[in-house]
C-alpha cells in the first residue's frame, strides 16, 4: 500500500521534497506560502487516514521554499481519532520514503511549566511517551529501520540550535521543553498536570511522539515546535476547551508561519 502512495505522489508532482513540516491543530496556513505548489487531499492518497479532527485541512501539500523542496501535512491523525500506531505514522513513512531527511512536527499543547504562557512557542529538546504504545511495536522492517532504534537525540540539538538563531534574528520568542505525549481525547485531570511536572514535563498534547519515534527509526532528523494554546488543567481557575486552542492557534499563525519560512529552508540536511 505504502509504495502505491509513493507511485501516486511521484505522478502528481515531480518535486522530490528534503524537507517534511506537520501542522497541528489550528496552525495550517504554512502551506500556502510554497511556490509551485500541487495540493493532494489525503482521501486521494492510497493507504492515508483521513483527518477528522476540528482545525485539521487534511491535505498534503508539496511545493518550494527558496531552494529547498517542501512537503507539508496540514492536518494528522491522532490515536485518539481509534486510529491505530501505524496508521498515525502513515504519513512520515511516505515522506521518508519520498527521501524527506528532514521534519519539523508542530502542535498545539498545554502549558505545565509555570514560566510559559499562552500563545507561546516551545523547542521541543525531548519527550515522555505516556499513550502506552510506539509505532515500531510488532515485526521490524529491516529496511526501514533498525528493530532497536537510539532515541537519545530524538530532537535534533542543531535543529534548536538553527531555530533559536532564526527565532533571534526575527524577534520571536521561543522558549525549550520536554513535550508529554498523552493518549487523549479527554484533557488531564489537575493531578495528572502536577505528576507530568513532577516528572520533568513543560507541555502536554496528544500528538508528534509517534511520528517522532518513526522519523528517527527511519533517520530523519527533527524539529518540534509546540504552541502553548492553554495553560494545562488546574493551573488556572478555568476549564479548558478545544475552542480556546484553537482560537490560540489562530493567534499565533501568522507568527509561525513567518517562523518556518526562514526556518525550514535552512533545515536541508
Ligand atoms: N492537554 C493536552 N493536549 C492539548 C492541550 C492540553 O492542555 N492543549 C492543546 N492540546
Redesign the pocket.
Known amino acids: 500500500m505504502i509504495h502505491e502512495a509513493i507511485r501516486f505522489i511521484e505522478g502528481h508532482t515531480a518535486l522530490r521534497p528534503a524537507v517534511g513540516v506537520v501542522l ?2 489550528g496552525l495550517g496556513a504554512f502551506g500556502d506560502v510554497l511556490a509551485e505548489r500541487v495540493d493532494i487531499p489525503y482521501h486521494e492518497i492510497p493507504g492515508w487516514p483521513p483527518s477528522t479532527a476540528v482545525g485539521h485541512a487534511g491535505k498534503l501539500i508539496l511545493g518550494n521554499l527558496g531552494d529547498a523542496g517542501v512537503a507539508v501535512m496540514a492536518g494528522r491523525a491522532h490515536l485518539y481519532e481509534g486510529y491505530s500506531p501505524a496508521q498515525v505514522t502513515y504519513g512520515v513513512r511516505v515522506l521518508g520514503l519520498l527521501g524527506v531527511k528532514a521534519m519539523v512536527f508542530t ?5 505545565i511549566n509555570l514560566d510559559l504562557q499562552r500563545g507561546g512557542l516551545v523547542l521541543i529538546s525531548d519527550h515522555i511517551n505516556l499513550q502506552g504504545c510506539s509505532p515500531l511495536a510488532g515485526p521490524n522492517d529491516d529496511a526501514l529501520g533498525p528493530r532497536f532504534p537510539d532515541m537519545s537525540e530524538a530532537y535534533s540539538h542543531r535543529f534548536r540550535g538553527v531555530a533559536k538563531q532564526v527565532a533571534a534574528e526575527l524577534c520571536v520568542p521561543v522558549s525549550e521543553g520536554v513535550y508529554a505525549a ?1 493518549l ?1 481525547p479527554n ?2 485531570t489537575p493531578a495528572e ?1 502536577r505528576f507530568l511536572r513532577t516528572i520533568g514535563a513543560d ?5 508528534t511522539v509517534p511520528e517522532v519515534i518513526v522519523a528517527n527509526h527511519m533517520g530523519i532528523q527533527v524539529l518540534g515546535i509546540s ?7 488546574g493551573i488556572l481557575q478555568q476549564k ?1 476547551n ?1 475552542e ?2 484553537l482560537e490560540t492557534g489562530a493567534m499565533v499563525r501568522d507568527t509561525l508561519v513567518r517562523f518556518l519560512k526562514a526556518l525550514v529552508p535552512r533545515l536541508v540536511v
Open positions: 497541528g491543530s502542535n498545539a499543547a498545554g502549558g498523552m487523549g484533557y488531564e498536570i507541555v502536554v498534547g496528544m500528538s504552541c502553548v494554546t492553554n495553560m494545562a488543567a479548558i478545544h480556546e486552542v
